[in-house]
């Protein structure tokens, strides 16, 4: 399993104490720093089932300037809102963790995390 994460965050530390604990074998990968494609986010939003403006974090000040919230949700709008993605990845949700059975889970919660143990 994967795990993206930025350092900095609470909720990522967290997930990884627990993934510890449970002796759980993984890769991380800072996202902020190796930044996922735009390809790459399509593959993720694929297996958690989400479109991109649900794991966008509107609240950080990028979103701000880009005024991601005045952006459709549509079909249509999908691919403006998975570049933004690509091009600030401050903007997406964190922590995401990939599971080695093909699915995926935003891991902000330990039962979250629980939940992709058992499907890693």
């Not at 900095?8 to 627990?18: D, E, H, I, Q, V």
């Not at 390809?39 to 979103?63: H, K, M, N, S, Y």
């Not at 949700?93 to 979250?112: H, K, L, Y």
Request: with cysteine; aromatic share 4%; net charge negative.
């Amino acid at each position: 399993m994967e795990i993206w994460i930025n350092p900095a965050c609470s909720k990522c530390r967290g997930a990884l104490t627990l993934l510890d604990a449970e002796g759980a074998e993984y890769t991380v990968r800072k996202y902020l720093e190796d930044v996922p494609s735009a390809e790459e986010i399509r593959g993720v939003l694929e297996r958690l089932g989400l479109e991109p403006w649900d794991i966008t974090r509107t609240g950080e000040a990028v979103a701000g300037e880009l005024g991601v919230k005045g952006w459709g949700q549509a079909p249509e709008d999908r691919e403006r809102w998975i570049e933004a993605l690509s091009a600030h990845p401050k903007l997406i949700q964190r922590p995401i963790i990939t599971a080695d059975d093909g699915t995926a889970g935003v891991g902000r919660s330990e039962e979250a995390v629980r939940d992709a143990l058992g499907r890693g």
